[in-house]
């Protein structure tokens, strides 16, 4: 489709609005004049506390980040789905007029940058390359290939690379052939590629992943794309020999003998937390983003270590969406050896499809992507976009963590005693999704516990609620509309979503001696 024609981009745009009230209304998900209307006031309330800084890009150049890494002379590193390596300074400035040096060309789909001893890590669709400039000239003249131990056979066969982790191995997420099979070698898997150069096959069942790396504390996800196996949008835990959920690619387990035989086929139409049960090395999601409403086709994350640069939300997750063009936050903890955790709104209104999100040396958040082959709101084809806190303090949920009868809500604000000590301040639903091999999936199995106390803390930063049933495998769904501050301010961002997949035993109370 050519998008150069505005006619052209407004209609796309327009069919975009309609069916995303026609998914809302068949996947039985709320939509009404009083929601639209409040999710454009609170963009306009995101404002205040986090603005959008553009980054000019140089005329004539195409920059559809794929990938970002920050270089030790403080210039940033961005991979490009063209197969482009720029490296960039500027970013930072407070009125950015960045230069941008062309580092490397010919790669293809560059969705993973790391840095180490001289050298970049490139991670494109067909291989992980080392890149570097043996004659110092500030142009790359090596290309090494470290991995190339799957196969690349289709157009939407892309590839995610992560950082490197604490022991220098690197981890590339590879997606499905043709986004619904696994026609080459490893497709669907996670690879680590170990220090010493080996490829050793890490985990099966990906689908259609849009970034892997470590969480805020260390340990391996990667977010999935709704589709087959998979109603929603989801983080994931990844383990050595663990099973993320889509079988198309058990296929390959003759090659990756060390992991033993393939997992036992899932029964599609049971639910997911009956599955991991039934099938040991399945992982449950993590996290789940309610579809549409929190993203449609979810990318990379990062994760904040500004040390409060960025705002009150230091260690946590940072993720775009591809189809919104918008950034959320993620917080994760391990409950009974399982990870599970909460998704927040954070920001909207960004100008393009986002692939990848970054934080800057300075603490300032690179937002970057392109619009290149489906439909997205923000209307540039691409675009390089600054995330910054102004300074000023939001009402926000901070985070929320699970306790044995129910939750603790932390904010970054203190909380009016007469609001947040009331129970009917705290509205909380649950849902979850069909298992199954179809594409996407309605919220099923609803409830509507009710909050029985509320306990808020003297200092007004914290509550802790509990609720007459909590529910495995269920998103908890918080609505905390009726909360104000103590400066009688409205929280910015009134919903969360929890992932519920094991609740914490409450601790003995001990005996006075």
């Known amino acids: 489709m050519n998008f150069d024609n505005p006619l ?9 609005v309609v069916t995303t009230f026609v998914l809302h209304t068949a996947l039985c998900l709320p939509v009404s ?11 306009a309330r995101e404002r205040e506390y986090y603005r959008i800084v553009s980054v000019p890009i140089t005329p004539g150049l195409v920059i559809e980040s794929g990938a970002f890494t920050n270089l030790p002379d403080g210039r940033l590193a961005i991979g490009t789905r063209r197969g482009d390596v720029y490296f960039v300074d500027g970013v930072d400035d407070p009125k950015p007029e960045p230069t941008y040096h062309p580092f490397a060309t010919g790669l293809d789909e560059i969705f993973g940058l790391a840095y180490k001893d001289n050298g970049l890590y490139v991670t494109q669709s067909c291989e992980l390359t080392r890149v570097t400039d043996t004659n110092r000239d500030g142009r790359a003249d090596r290309f090494e290939a470290v991995s190339a131990a799957w196969g690349y056979e289709n157009y939407h066969e892309y590839a995610f690379g992560s950082e490197f982790d604490r022991d220098g191995n690197l981890f590339v997420a590879l997606g499905l052939s043709a986004s619904y099979h696994s026609r080459a070698l490893f497709r669907g898997w996670v690879i680590k590629v170990t220090p010493d150069g080996q490829s050793v096959p890490f985990a099966s069942g990906l689908r259609s992943p849009g970034g892997i790396g470590a969480n805020e504390h260390g340990s391996l996800f990667y977010i999935e794309s709704q589709g087959p196996w998979n109603s929603a949008c989801s983080l994931k835990a990844v383990t050595s020999g663990s099973f993320t959920g889509h079988p198309i690619s058990h296929n390959w387990y003759p090659f990756a003998p ?6 036992l086929q899932p029964k599609s139409g049971s639910r997911v937390l009956a599955e991991s049960e039934r099938i040991p090395a399945l992982s449950p999601y993590a996290v789940i983003f309610p579809y549409i409403r929190m993203g449609r086709s979810i990318t990379a994350f990062t994760v904040d270590r500004s040390g409060g640069k960025f705002g009150p939300f230091t260690n946590q997750m940072f993720l775009g969406d591809y189809t919104q063009s918008i950034v959320m936050r993620a917080t994760t903890e391990q409950v009974n050896g399982v990870w599970q955790g909460a998704c927040y709104p954070f920001r909207e209104g960004l100008s393009t499809g986002i692939l990848d999100t970054h934080f800057t040396a300075r603490g300032n958040m690179i937002c970057g992507g392109t619009n290149r082959g489906w439909p997205v709101r923000g209307i540039k084809p691409f675009a390089l976009e600054r995330l910054e806190w102004t300074g000023k303090m939001p009402f926000e949920i901070k985070q929320i963590t699970i306790e044995p009868r129910g939750f603790k809500i932390t904010f970054t604000k203190p909380v009016a005693s007469v609001t947040g000590g009331d129970p009917a301040s705290y509205k909380v639903t649950t849902f979850t999704h069909i298992y199954h091999g179809a594409y996407g999936g309605p919220e099923v199995d609803r409830t509507e516990p009710t909050v029985t106390s ?22 908890h769904e918080f609505d905390l509309i009726k909360v104000g501050s103590r400066d009688n301010e409205t929280l910015v961002h009134r919903h969360a979503y929890y992932t519920v997949n094991e609740i914490p035993a409450e601790k003995p109370v001990e005996k006075a001696k």
């Open 454 to 475: 509320v306990d808020l803390a003297a200092d007004g930063l914290s509550v802790k609620i509990e609720l007459d049933v909590m529910t495995r495998g269920h998103v």
């Open 258 to 263: 060390e992991l033993g035989p393939a997992p």
């Open 8 to 16: 052209r981009r407004w209609l796309t745009v327009f069919a975009f």
């Open 33 to 43: 004049g009083e929601d639209v209307g409040a999710r454009w006031g609170t963009a």
